[in-house]
């Protein structure tokens, strides 16, 4: 059995803002340890359950966060920047399932830490369909057939992906009090139940189905601003809705929506406010 896993950062354990995630930060070398023992209790107890092949893609930021002379031996590791894919990269139609690791709440939702891949970005849009980067990606998985089994990170991802995927399974690691205040389990205690978690989401695989993405989807971004919606729309075959700050792109496929909506945040991301 083949399982992969996309780790993000905001939802491990114990992490409340911006100082645990920033790798220019004080707080970055402790929250990388402790990313990478939740991911390693995972790993293992997934081992456990009889997989054997187990693929990490490094989904936060740089996508370099992950200490890879600390990672479980038997675990191969996407890491660095520029993928096709970004936080999906490496997953495929051979894969038995995924778990999203560290995950957190949309961009405007209560939650710690929540945005959807920028700071830029309002809401992201499949059709009509708000959604964020589990949502977003849990239907690149569906596109290849492979069911999301697990989502672990604050209380209010685990509400995310209960209504998203029927019967997922999810791990609270901690509570949200504000966007950048947590109640949490301690790492022991969190890594105790990510392994309890996913021997459940093992044995139930069979009950989750994969979400399947609509057929040639328009992807619709709301920016925050105006300017930003002007530098995504220098992507050909975009174009701004009047009177908005949506862009909008018609896709063949959602492979094709994903990395769109890559290339349309980058391009934001370089607007000024002077």
């Not at 849990?138 to 209380?155: E, K, M, N, R, T």
Request: net charge negative.
């Amino acid at each position: 059995m083949k399982l992969y896993l996309s780790v993000d950062m905001e939802g491990i354990t114990g992490l409340p803002d911006y100082t645990f995630v920033y790798s220019s930060e004080h707080n970055y070398d402790r929250a990388r340890r402790i990313m990478t023992n939740e991911v390693n209790a995972v790993v293992e107890a997934a081992f456990q359950q009889g997989c054997t092949e187990i693929l990490i893609n490094d989904s936060h930021s740089k996508m370099n966060n992950l200490l890879i002379d600390e990672l479980h031996p038997d675990a191969l590791l996407i890491s660095g920047d520029v993928k096709p894919l970004s936080m999906v990269q490496g997953l495929d139609h051979t894969y038995d399932g995924a778990m999203f690791i560290g995950y957190h709440a949309r961009a405007g939702k209560f939650g710690v830490m929540s945005h959807s891949m920028v700071h830029a970005v309002r809401n992201f849009y499949i059709n009509d369909e708000p959604l964020g980067e589990m949502g977003f990606n849990a239907y690149v998985a569906g596109h290849y057939g492979v069911p999301l089994l697990l989502v672990s990170g604050d209380d209010q991802a685990a509400k995310e992906a209960e209504n998203l995927v029927p019967h997922v399974t999810t791990a609270i690691v901690k509570e949200t009090i504000s966007r950048s205040s947590v109640k949490s389990l301690t790492p022991k205690k969190a890594e105790a139940l990510l392994q309890t978690k996913v021997m459940q989401a093992l044995k139930s695989k069979n009950e989750v189905k994969p979400i399947i993405p609509p057929k040639a989807p328009t992807l619709r971004i709301e920016f925050n601003n105006y300017g930003q919606a002007e530098w995504a729309n220098l992507m050909p075959g975009t174009k701004i809705e009047p009177g908005t700050t949506i862009v909008s792109f018609e896709a063949k496929d959602i492979l094709e929506a994903y990395r769109a909506m890559l290339v349309m945040t980058e391009l934001a991301m370089d607007t000024k406010f002077s």
